[in-house]
């Protein structure tokens, strides 16, 4: 396990931590004045690879080499300057810090670090992380990279769970959730929704679906699949053979045939690594999914039957009605999907060029 400690003065600023993958959704923005939990379990932290934070550049400000170094194929309004690495924890395993009051930059409910970071080690004074905790927003403390130093603590971590073992723990992300509010005129503080998070791994792997699409249709198998993807991928893509086919693949799933021509894939929630297929599978464009989401796409948990009239069946209780379902369609992700589409080279590909420009029109449909 690791603790991260001050730059300065070597203080303590966390609590023993595990290392696991960035979460999708790390820089999704959900709603309108809406409170989200924390973003990473307790206990563990990840590193985003990418700069987070300000200062920021315009787009014009780039020249298109820097852009591209940067991995970033597609016009954006701006790009953080900030240094790339910082380490996300969940706000409760923040140890020795201090809140910076001139620092309390925020939309309207909370902070989000926009003025730079806005905690300081009580023990010396130096500005070492950004607590994030405004509305729309998930809850988390990122440590600025050069400002802490990570050590060892204890003994090491136990290897990453097996595939199987992951399959085994059955840990998949449920599709629906309450979502909190801060108070209504109703009188109600949540309202049922479709998942966040599940929002976000569409969103990306929205995008690399229609990267790996060449430009032609794109049918995903039935079922919760294709309630989260097709209608998008209708709209996004032409009509008309040939058809790209995309199928769920996997630990715990039959090897695809090998006319595949896309598999969604889970990816690793402590290591981040992609599942890979083997044989002549291989070959097949890989769509990444959060594992728990592609758990409950491979996996889907059947509801419980209720009869239209008369009592439940034997054996079977209920004290209170079933959780109540959003009444809206499934929509991805609009800011996940951008991030992810600008970040991929075949973005540049005649079959994707307009769907930057394109992103108003779909937000109308309500795919976003």
Request: with cysteine; glycine share 10%; charged share 15%.
């Amino acid at each position: 396990m690791f603790v991260f400690v001050c730059g300065g003065c070597g203080a303590e600023l966390t609590a023993p931590l595990s290392r696991v993958a960035l979460p999708v959704h790390a820089r999704q923005e959900y709603g309108n004045g809406l409170q989200l939990p924390a973003l990473m379990e307790s206990g563990t932290f990840a590193e985003d690879p990418e700069p987070w934070g300000p200062p920021w550049r315009s787009w014009e400000e780039i020249p298109p080499d820097e852009a591209v170094a940067r991995g970033v194929h597609a016009p954006v309004h701006a790009l953080s300057d900030g240094a790339p690495g910082s380490i996300v924890i969940a706000p409760g395993d923040a140890r020795g810090t201090l809140l910076i009051p001139d620092r309390a930059a925020g939309c309207c409910c909370g902070v989000d670090g926009a003025d730079g970071p806005n905690m300081a080690c009580e023990a010396c004074g130096l500005p070492v992380a950004s607590r994030i905790d405004d509305c729309s927003l998930w809850q988390a403390v990122r440590l600025a990279p050069d400002a802490v130093r990570r050590l060892i603590v204890g003994d090491p971590d136990p290897a990453p769970l097996s595939w199987a073992e992951l399959v085994k723990e059955g840990r998949s992300t449920p599709l629906f959730e309450p979502i909190a509010t801060w108070g209504s005129l109703l009188g109600t503080s949540h309202f049922w929704s479709w998942s966040p998070q599940w929002e976000a791994a569409v969103g990306r792997a929205l995008a690399h679906l229609l990267a790996a699409s060449q430009g032609r249709p794109v049918t995903v198998p039935d079922g919760l699949s294709k309630r989260v993807f097709q209608r998008a991928l209708d709209a996004m893509l032409p009509t008309g053979p040939p058809t790209q086919h995309a199928v769920l693949a996997g630990p715990g799933q039959p090897v695809p045939e090998p006319d595949t021509d896309i598999v969604l894939v889970p990816t690793h929630p402590q290591t981040g690594e992609t599942w890979t297929p083997v044989g002549s599978a291989s070959t097949a464009h890989p769509v990444p999914l959060p594992f728990g989401v592609r758990l409950g796409l491979a996996f889907p948990k059947p509801h419980l039957p209720v009869p239209a009239s008369g009592g439940l069946p034997d054996g079977v209780l209920r004290d209170d009605p079933p959780a109540p379902r959003p009444h809206s369609l499934f929509q991805a992700d609009l800011r996940v999907f951008q991030h992810t589409l600008v970040r991929l080279p075949d973005v540049r590909s005649p079959w994707l060029r307009e769907s930057p420009e394109n992103l108003t029109q779909y937000i109308r449909a309500g795919l976003f």
